[in-house]
Structures are given as C-alpha cells and as structure tokens.
C-alpha cells in the first residue's frame, strides 16, 4: 500500500499498522494513530468531520474525546477493525476519500503532527496487569539455574499457562527513566541463618515481553470461552517487565515476585491491533490445539503464534548501542486468547485497559534470550560495543526493546521500548 | 457518649465509629457514614448545608458529590479526622449545633435513610490490591503442612512482610454471592507423570483478613518512611479472601497463587478510619520496633497491632448458624504502616484507593484459625450446628466475618463481611 504521506521504509507504522495510543502535544491528552513520523490527532480530526465518510462511527465519536482509548476498545473488534481500514483509505494514495485529508491542508495543520513533537502516554487505564510465563525457553532456561535440567520444567507447565498478578500503577510508557531499586538482599545467600541486608539492587535485569490491552469485559463468574477469547483483545504492545534478581531471590517464597517487580514496567505507547497483526500468525513452539491440553484451552487453528522478529538493545550514556538480543514472539507456548480464557475459566472479570504480559521470549541459541539473567547466569558477562561487560544493568544503561514484523515499507512494528537506569534514590 | 439518634447498644456502628462507605438508595451512588441502624447520605447532607459550621471542609464539598471515597481519601488524614469528629459532634445528645440535624426534621428526613433500605458498594476505585502474609500463626500453620515443624517459616519471614499482587477487578461488596470456580485440579496428585483434569473446586476455603485503604497516594520512585506510612492509610475493611486450595495446589509453582483466588474478594462496605482505631491500639505477636528488623521496617512504638477480637460464622442454607473461629488482629506479626514502607520501599507508586490486605488472620489454638485448611487439614471435619460436618465449604454455605473492637454501646465494628456459595457455573 503506497500513501500520499512520505513514510519512511523502515518505518515501524506504515500504512500497514495503524497503531492506537494517547498523545499530547500542546493541550491535553486524546486518542491517536502512528503514522510514518507523524501521529494523527484523532480528537480534532473527529471534530473537523475527518469520519464523515464512515457512516458507523458517527454515534460513537465521543470515545476520540477521551484522554484513554479505553472507551474506543470497548467498542469491540467489528468497530476496530472499520476505523482502521478507513483510517488506511484515508492515507492511501489513492484514497477514495482525498477530500478528508490528502486535499485538506487546513486539517493536516490542526491534526497531523510530527511525532518528534507530541509526548506519549500509557494508552489505556490499566485495571488489573497480570504477568504470564508462556515464554517455554525461558521458562526452561531459569528451570536450569533453579532446579537442574531435569526439573527444568514444573509438572503444571505444558497443560496451563503459569501467570502471576502483576503491579499496574507503576507502568510506565516508553522514555520513562526508573531508579534503580532498593531492597532487602542476602549479601551471604549461604550462611546461617540467612540475614538479610538493606542495598541497592545488584542484579538489575531485563524481561523482554509482549502485552495484550483487553478490550470488551466479561462479567464476573461468566468465563470467556477460547473460540471468543480473541475477540476481548485490542492489541499488542512491547513490554520491559524490569527485574530485581536478589530483591526477587529473597523476597520471593512462597508467594511469587513482589517488590522485585513492582518499582516500573515499560510499554510501548501505541497498540498494534490485532487485526494488523493477523497476516503474520503462524505455528508456535508447539500447535495451538496440541494433544493433552485440556478443551477449555485447545484452539481451532495451530498457527496461534505470530512471526515477530524481537530485539534487545543496551546503550551507556550516550555510547554506541550493542544489539544483546534477538528473538522471536513465535518462542511463546501459549497465545493470548488461551491466556484470556485461562484467566477467566474461574469466572474472573476482564475489564476493558487489563493488560496481558506474555512473559519473557526467549529462544534456545546463544544471543537469544530475552534477560540478562538467561545469558549471563551471572558468570559470562556480555561485552557491548564499548569494551565494557555486564552481567547485569548498570546505572546510566539504557535498553531499548523492538519488534517488526513484515517486510520494508509494509512494516507492522511496535517502536521503541525504551527505558534508561538512574541512579538509586538516597535514603 | 450518648446520642440523641437510637443506636442499638450492640450496633457495630456506635457515635465511637463512624465509618464511611457508598451507597446508593433511590438515585445514584454517593458518599454516606453508618451510624447504628441508620446511613447518613453526605451528598444529601452536605448540599442541604450539613457542613455549615465546619469551616475547613468548606472547599472540598464536591467530594461527597461522587461515586467513590477516592476524593475524600485524599485530603489526607487531618480532614478526615476533623469530619469525623464534627459528625460525632453532630449525632451527640449534647450537640453544639442542634439545628444541624437534631432539630432538622426536613434533613433527618431527605439524608438519614435505614441501612436495610440502602444498597452498599465497593467503597473505592481500587487501582492495585495487594495481599500481604503477614499472620504468623497462619504463615506457620500453612508452613506446617507443606513442610513439616522444622522449617515452617521461611528465612525472610521474620524479615519482611511477605506479599503477593492480588486481582482487584474481582473485590466485591459484602452480600454478593460467587459461584464456586471450575479450573484445573490433580485429582491424583501422587500419580506420575502429574495429569490434571477439569473440575469444579472441590477445595473451596476461606480466609479471614483485615485490609486497609491507602489515602494518600506517593510518587514513583518515592518511598513512604514508616514514620509517615500511617497518614497513608485511610482506614479497614473486613476481607474474606476465597480460596480455591486445590486449584491453588496445582498452579502455584512457582509464581504463586493466580486462579485460585481471582475469582472473588468479599470485603465489608464501611470503612474504620484509622482513627477510630486508635483506641484499640496493642502490641501484637512481637512489637513493632523489635531487635532485628532492618531501620526502614521499625515502627518508633511497639504498640503496633490492635486488639480486634474476629469471628467466623458458618450456616447452610438458612439454617442455624455456628461460629467456626475466634481470632484477634493482634496476631498479625506486621502493622499496616509496616506494609506501606515495605510496598514502596522499591519505588513502587500506591495511590488512593489501593487495597492492602494483610493476610490470614489465625490463633494457636483449636478453633482460632482463619481458614478451613488450617482447622481441619483435610482430615478432621468440623461440625456445624445442624450436624452436617465440613472439610471445605458447599454450595449453599453461607460465610459472615465479623470484627468487633471496644465495649458495648461503644462497639467500633466492621459490620458483617457475608457471601453464600452459589454452584458453579456449567460449561
């Protein structure tokens, strides 16, 4: 598809994407799309009559006034899926609807904006985050270091997606720096008894994830069935879910991760819906209807993965970047709609802005791994491009997290997940 | 003290108390207090000029013009305490201001409204819930069973109060019945290799919890000192945490509990300020500034816990009820304040009306405990009045917690945290 509008080739928001986010830029926040180098403002473009050609939406143009797009995801798929593809038209360049905004500079003015210039914001009012585990190599890569190649892997594993309840307040969008946290560390993991002292964490690390924003709630004690699963998801976004390795080693039995996560989770500011992730589906690790999962979970079609190239980038003070990382989101074991319907099977209430977290995608090979923690093992530093080593994250360190799927000039990406390590507050 | 208003003498909600919660009669939601037998509607109150001899609240009426306590809450500790003691000024017999309400037939009429003629809500817009395990007895019982006397504390236990991020979508107000979840169980849990089926729980347990509200909310990257963390926390609710045990069994390794305890929270509706407490105040399982806690989790007194005899009620079906437990808040081992320095110690972000629960609140001895797992182990059931016996919970059982603090006429209580196990849902 070829736009009116000069969109870069390696642009992650063709005019195949059309992610939505939130923005400022001089006034407050409203509902967006990512184009090229610019964001479409959706709020002044609604109120200049830019959806007087989508027939459907006319009763609805009041979620474009809202500083979340929660109202827009609850209007469900059918309305998503309309918007964008209009919103396509629209800039393509043989739009059947020039008179919008190809030959409207007046509202190409007040609505199109160079993103340089506008800020980002968590797209969504987050209800609930949780935090799955259906990334399988990484799930067997820290099975390793825990318990042996043997019991890699917990008996639960295979038959349900492992989640935990995640921290919501503190997400955080893309470019948002974050202290390094403080904690209780045992600085003797061997003596005894075991003492715990107070320190800056020492083991800052990385989880590189996907997210998916819910978008039409289920009532509570009504579970959403897996062939509808799909349908209560918006999009996707990219997700650093930070890590404190000794915060978490001590804190952690026997309820799970804590105060080890919950100090900042970056998110990629614009959700790519799912329909534009839809060509990219394919087999994961193992098929979405495999034999041995339980029917509540088994999918109709095997390809419930997506080919999403990932990648993992660090940067100190302004040096040059070292890509540590890369992978692939076809490393995950479960897809969203089976995490949705595991989720809810107990009748747990979704509501529309509840986010997802995939767990950390890792892939088998060296180079791989979506932590420092799985590649480091806190004995094989990993060298970047200016000579220095990391086990883990250093003060100043900034990790940048990207995933593209698609070919040049068609490509379906999320940006930059993008966050920089400040220096512990003082106590 | 005495009030011109008939207050039952053994009401939970004496002149002591005044608690405050939402409720909604004929119209909408609104802010309200419970005073004996009656709710006292603040919206209608403060627009008919209730507040008029309250100076200082004069530019915060619009906080009892919405739907939540959020607003309120977050004018901090000092108006809370100067709205509470004006209200108690207001119902004493001998007000300084009669023409208030005393002698104000019309208001009496439009704001004073029965309880059993008003429907109650969830008080707050929760934004995070998190769950701590802070009741020793329980920590230690649970350790118990799972691995035996000598090590049924874990090394951090002592340390810190351990916690897990809970679901906040899924709190409801006291009164609301809850299927019992289907999930997945081992029904042979020493088969190998470990297969599990589909089912409802046949597990289904109780936790008895108190759980406090956060006022005052503090930035990320901003942690709350112990000496502040009590003007954090606008006041209790009674807490009834459903667990699914056999759910929880298989799925918790090893991120902990996740389905086993979404599918439902039951909390009471009024909330205790944290001044109304203050009275109860005594020192718990070990005090609050004992030997060995690291400085940012050592309150300055010792007198940390409260002395709040529990109870638990059980009837099936309209039957005879039978008191289960008696337990007291003073077996919590960590203060709420010690939790809020805890939770932000990382950086972590709480805002107004973030729930804290503090965890299963048992005795040592035989019928003090706050859960069925700990009474009977699976193996000795417990007898109900109407000679039926339990080992968990049926459906039709209906569930009341209660907390009653001070002497009678002068009860500072919870009022009753109810929910009646409805049958699961058919898939």
Redesign the interface.
């Known amino acids: 598809m070829a736009s009116w509008l000069s969109i870069p080739k390696n642009s992650p928001f063709s005019l195949a994407n059309i992610p939505f986010g939130i923005i400022s830029a001089s006034s407050s926040k409203v509902p967006a799309i990512a184009i090229g180098d610019y964001a479409l403002d959706l709020n002044a473009f609604a109120s200049s009559g830019g959806f007087s050609q989508l027939p459907s939406i006319q009763q609805h143009l009041s979620v474009f006034n809202q500083p979340t797009l929660n109202a827009f995801a609850e209007l469900g798929r059918p309305v998503h899926r309309q918007v964008r593809e209009y919103l396509q038209n629209v800039f393509r360049a043989d739009t059947q609807y020039p008179q919008v905004l190809k030959d409207n500079a007046a509202l190409q003015k007040s609505a199109l904006i160079p993103r340089s210039q506008v800020t980002n914001h968590v797209p969504m009012q987050i ?2 985050y ?1 935090d799955f ?1 259906a990334g399988l190599n990484h799930a067997y890569n820290i099975g390793v270091l ?1 318990r042996g190649k043997d019991n890699a892997l ?3 594993y295979k ?2 997606p ?9 997400v ?1 969008p893309s470019g948002t720096p ?2 390094r ?4 560390i045992l600085a003797n993991p061997t003596a005894d ?4 002292t ?1 320190s800056p964490c020492k083991k800052l690390d990385i989880e590189l994830e996907l997210a998916a924003f819910i978008s039409k709630p289920n009532e ?4 959403v069935s897996i062939d509808e699963a799909e349908d209560h998801i918006f999009g996707l976004v990219l997700m650093n879910d930070w890590s ?1 390795r000794d ?1 978490q080693a ?2 952690y ?8 996560k ?3 989770t970056t998110i990629t500011p614009w959700v790519v819906l799912i329909d534009a992730l839809e060509p990219f589906r394919a087999q994961g690790i193992e098929p979405g209807n495999r034999d041995g999962l ?3 979970l088994r999918e109709k079609r095997a390809e419930t993965a997506y080919e999403i190239p990932l990648e993992v980038e660090v940067t100190n003070k302004g040096g040059q970047p070292t890509i540590i990382s890369n992978s692939n989101a076809r490393n995950l074991l479960y897809s969203f709609p089976q995490m949705v319907a ?2 809810t ?7 529309s802005g ?1 986010l997802l977290g995939s767990g950390t995608i890792s892939g088998t090979e060296p180079k791989t791994q979506g932590s420092f923690l799985e590649q480091t093992n806190g004995k094989t530093a990993i060298k970047l491009a200016d000579g220095s080593e990391r086990m883990f994250l250093e003060d100043g360190d900034t990790v940048v997290l990207r995933g593209l799927a698609g070919t040049e000039g068609n490509y379906v990406g999320f940006g930059d997940c993008t966050g920089t390590i400040l220096p512990p ?1 003082s ?1």
Chains 1, 2 share one sequence.
Do not use: M
């Open positions: 209800g609930d949780t585990y825990f917990q008996p639960n038959h349900l492992v989640a935990y309840h995640g921290r919501a307040s503190s955080v974050l202290h946290p403080s904690g209780q008894p075991k003492i715990p107070f509570l004690g009504k579970p404190a915060i001590w804190e039995v026997p309820l799970g991760p804590f105060n080890a919950n100090f900042g339980l029917p509540y595991h989720h099977i107990t009748g747990c209430n979704l509501r509840d507050v106590f």
